[in-house]
């Protein structure tokens, strides 16, 4: 999305969806939670020193997703992801 391709964005989301749509429960889990914009917030509050290096590589995305007034619900893997995190992790997202 970075580099302004949306389909780049979605077919790596896509690989991750399907592996952890497999996973076992616990790892799907902490994947459904990891992707919940709650959860980076909740770091970046924290300023948990181990979320900075992930923070550094999702700035041109974020930056992007300001920027460009795209939708990330235009993704249709975005969907999938919301989908799989209402399922695993209900309304405590």
């Known amino acids: 999305m970075k580099d302004g391709n949306?389909?780049?964005?979605n077919d790596i989301l896509g690989k991750y969806l399907?592996?952890?749509?497999d996973a076992d429960s616990l790892?799907?889990?902490e994947f459904?939670?990891?992707s919940t914009e709650s959860h980076w917030y909740e770091m970046m509050k924290e300023g948990n020193s181990?979320?900075?290096?992930?923070?550094?590589?999702?700035?041109?995305?974020?930056?992007?997703?300001?920027e460009s007034g795209e939708s990330l619900s235009a993704l249709s893997n975005?969907?999938?992801l919301r989908t799989l995190q209402s399922e695993v992790l209900g309304n405590d997202r």
Not at 6 to 9: F, G, I, R, S, Y
Not at 18 to 21: C, E, I, N, P, S
Not at 50 to 66: G, T, V
């Open 27 to 29: 790892e799907k889990s």
């Open 32 to 34: 459904c939670k990891a």
């Open 50 to 66: 181990e979320w900075m290096p992930f923070l550094e590589k999702m700035k041109p995305i974020i930056q992007w997703y300001m």
């Open 78 to 80: 975005f969907n999938r």
């Open 6 to 9: 949306p389909d780049e964005a």
């Open 18 to 21: 399907d592996y952890y749509v």
